[in-house]
């Protein structure tokens, strides 16, 4: 007999692998259809070359790889996933990720997965950091090295949506320590969604500052 989690969690066909929670079909129209720059992620004329916004003002990763805007019915996955309890959803997300990583082009690919830590408090409220389940599968199928404690955020923050791109900038200076040595390395940073880049950028800083070769910002929405 068939189970939930044999189902597709979009369209409830069947599934040729469980483990994949999302059909090919519906995989496939989850996949932004047009060109998005490939450092900062935002629609641009080609996949190859960064666009005039990253010519004039260049942010501080290397390139930005996302599925999808935030938007159904990518959207609806990930809050079920992250508000909904259901934290099986993980596996089916990182392997949309995944398949997006795989049309990455050239350059180097990383040593090393990093999560975007979460505060201790919300971590304990939500049961679990989903850049942490997202990195679990993405480290075993790549393979690379991953570790949870890698970063961590030094003190609370007020919720970044609330907040003006300024504000977020501020509200992210020194907010994050580093504890593991990244000298030479190249760093995929990994998160679920992201919207103005402040967090994305404030950590990137950090790892360069702190010798990392390159860094990357692999998530499943940039919000266009």
């Known amino acids: 007999m068939l189970t939930a ?7 409830q066909m069947p599934l040729a692998l469980a483990h994949w929670g999302v059909c090919s079909r519906c995989a496939r129209t989850l996949f932004y259809p047009l060109p998005l720059c490939p450092q900062c992620g935002l629609p641009a004329a080609n996949t190859v070359l ?3 916004r990253c010519l004039q003002k ?6 930005l790889i996302a599925v999808n805007d935030y938007a159904p019915p990518l959207s609806r996955l ?7 309890g259901n ?7 990182a392997r ?4 997006r990583v795989r049309q990455r082009g050239t350059g180097p690919m990383p040593d090393m997965l990093m999560s975007v830590p979460l505060w201790q408090r919300r971590q304990w409220r939500r049961g679990f950091n989903q850049s942490d389940l ?17 970063l961590r955020r030094r003190r609370a923050t007020p919720v970044q949506h609330h907040l003006s791109a300024r504000l977020r900038k501020q509200n992210l200076k020194n ?4 504890e593991s040595a990244v000298n030479g390395l190249h760093i995929a940073l990994v998160d679920d969604v992201v919207t103005t880049g402040s967090t994305v950028a404030e950590i990137s800083r950090l790892l360069l500052r702190n010798g990392a070769a390159s860094v990357e910002v692999w998530c499943l929405c940039r919000t266009l």
């Open 96 to 99: 949309l990720l995944l398949l």
């Open 58 to 63: 260049p942010p501080p990763w290397q390139r």
């Open 134 to 150: 997202l990195c679990q599968p993405l480290a075993r199928w790549l393979p690379c090295r991953w570790q949870t404690n890698a």
């Open 87 to 93: 934290a099986e959803l993980a596996v089916a997300l």
């Open 175 to 178: 907010a994050f320590q580093l």
């Open 78 to 84: 990930i809050h079920r996933f992250k508000f909904s």
């Open 5 to 11: 989690h044999s189902l597709c969690w979009l369209c």
């Open 50 to 52: 960064p666009c005039g």
